[in-house]
T-cell receptor
Framework: GAVVSQHPSRVICKSGTSVKIECRSLDFQATTMFWYRQFPKQSLMLMATSNEGSKATYEQGVEKDKFLINHASLTLSTLTVTSAHPEDSSFYIC?????????????FGEGSRLTVL | AQSVAQPEDQVNVAEGNPLTVKCTYS??????LFWYVQYPNRGLQFLLKYITGDNLVKGSYGFEAEFNKSQTSFHLKKPSALVSDSALYFCAVRRGGGNNRLAFGKGNQVVVIP
């Protein structure tokens, strides 16, 4: 099956710094990727929809200047948490649809655990 | 807008007993329905999906789910639970066609007791 890779899997940073998380589709092209945030033992909260070559669409309540999303190629989307604060600590997960495949299935990365000190 | 309800927070079942995780959905148009499983500190793993065809869908690790249009349900089942099935299970729905976003349920923690 299609594989989505996230990097890094874990990151610890100081408050005020910026952190970039990468989401790559390894064996398929992804015109659309999604970024989610998950708190412990809770469901996934959709943050934004990332479309290749265009601006991301953010969900209500998600600060676009705080969570910068770039989808520069058909295999890579990045999420940058700018000026991170402890409340940004969370598990971030990306997912992608396989371009041209009408399977309806969304493929997920393994997630990235961000801890802001 | 689409939505999913997973009414139970936690499902406890003895090893070897049947396991059922409930899911009801709401969506306009034809539903695409999915079940995913998540182990601690991991991403979501695909279990099974219903898009069209037979209402009974068989998936990974011996799981199956039945699409019931009249009850708008898509309950996940396994005839004989294993301790290794203990995990967080998510039901999801989206409107058919295109790259529409998924709506997830809150998740159910399944605990299989040895």
């Amino acid at each position: 099956g299609a594989v989505v890779s996230q990097h890094p899997s874990r990151v610890i940073c100081k408050s005020g710094t910026s952190v970039k998380i990468e989401c790559r589709s390894l064996d398929f092209q992804a015109t659309t990727m999604f970024w989610y945030r998950q708190f412990p033992k809770q469901s996934l909260m959709l943050m934004a929809t990332s479309n290749e070559g265009s601006k991301a669409t953010y969900e209500q309540g998600v600060e676009k200047d705080k969570f910068l999303i770039n989808h520069a190629s058909l295999t890579l989307s990045t999420l940058t948490v700018t000026s991170a604060h402890p409340e940004d600590s969370s598990f971030y997960i990306c997912s992608a649809y396989q371009a041209g495949a009408n399977t309806g299935e969304l493929f997920f990365g393994e997630g990235s655990r961000l801890t802001v000190l | 807008a689409q939505s999913v309800a997973q009414p139970e927070d936690q499902v406890n079942v003895a090893e070897g007993n049947p396991l059922t995780v409930k899911c009801t959905y709401s969506v306009s148009g034809n539903p695409y329905l999915f079940w995913y499983v998540q182990y601690p500190n991991r991403g979501l793993q695909f279990l099974l999906k219903y898009i069209t065809g037979d209402n009974l869908v068989k998936g990974s690790y011996g799981f199956e789910a039945e699409f019931n249009k009249s009850q708008t349900s898509f309950h996940l089942k396994k005839p004989s639970a294993l301790v290794s099935d203990s995990a967080l299970y998510f039901c999801a729905v989206r409107r058919g066609g295109g790259n529409n976003r998924l709506a997830f349920g809150k998740g159910n923690q399944v605990v299989v007791i040895p």
